[in-house]
């Protein structure tokens, strides 16, 4: 099956300070790749859709110019959290979907990352 | 108002006790309907799709079901190795976004 992978899957940092998260599709080239944010206890939130070669779409109430997205290839993206704060702390998860596969409107699911914030 | 909603939000059952959970929907247009397994610490991992009423997958020891309104995921003879939380998204006609229900959090003791 189609295999996602993220980078870190954990990460500590001081408030203030500016943290990366990459997602990389390991053997299949995605299309579209989604980021969520999933708070303890609570459903998956989709912070922002990314297509290759071009700008991000957010969501509604999601910062872009702190949620930083670049899908700057078919196998990876990368979120960039910007001057990170306490509330900023939670688990990220990215997904990737191509239309290139048997399996129409499929998104895999990365293993995630949790972001701590001091 | 919540577009999907699962219920229970918890289920206890008994290693070889067989269930349901349920997963409501109100959107319209349905493009597809998913359901996933969720580890703690772990991303989603996929288990079914479904995309028209009426329709049924199978896998192993679950069953997923859809109706015009909801979707049943059937659990028969549960193992241990089945406890998660359970969820469920929809897709809208015209859209790629998934949107998440809150999950079932399944424990299943021996």
């Known amino acids: 099956g189609a295999v996602v992978s993220q980078h870190p899957s954990r990460v500590i940092c001081k408030s203030g300070t500016s943290v990366k998260i990459e997602c990389r599709s390991l053997d299949f080239q995605a299309t579209t790749m989604f980021w969520y944010r999933q708070f303890p206890k609570q459903s998956l939130m989709l912070m922002a859709t990314s297509n290759e070669g071009s700008k991000a779409t957010y969501e509604q109430g999601v910062e872009k110019d702190k949620f930083l997205i670049n899908h700057a290839s078919l196998t990876l993206s990368t979120l960039t959290v910007t001057s990170a704060h306490p509330e900023d702390s939670s688990f990220y998860i990215c997904s990737a979907a191509t239309s290139g596969t048997s399996v129409y409107n499929e998104q895999f699911f990365g293993p995630g990352t949790r972001l701590t914030v001091l | ?110």
């Not at chain 2, 349901?20 to 109100?26: E, G």
């Not at chain 2, 020891?61 to 109706?67: G, S, V, Y």
């Not at chain 2, 406890?83 to 015209?94: H, P």
């Not at chain 2, 998934?98 to 424990?107: C, N």
């Open chain 2, 1 to 110: 108002e919540d577009q999907v909603t699962q219920s229970p939000e918890a289920l206890r059952l008994q290693e070889g006790e067989s269930s349901s959970l349920n997963c409501s929907y109100t959107v319209s247009g349905l493009r597809g309907l998913f359901w996933y397994r969720q580890d703690p610490g772990k991303g989603p991992e996929f288990l079914f799709t479904l995309y028209s009423a009426g329709e049924e997958k199978e896998k192993e020891r679950l069953k997923a079901t859809l109706t015009k309104k909801e979707s049943f995921l059937h659990i028969t003879a549960p193992k241990p190795e089945d406890s998660a939380t359970y969820l469920c998204a929809v897709q809208e006609g015209g859209s790629e976004k998934l949107v998440f229900g809150k999950g079932t959090k399944l424990t299943v003791n021996p």
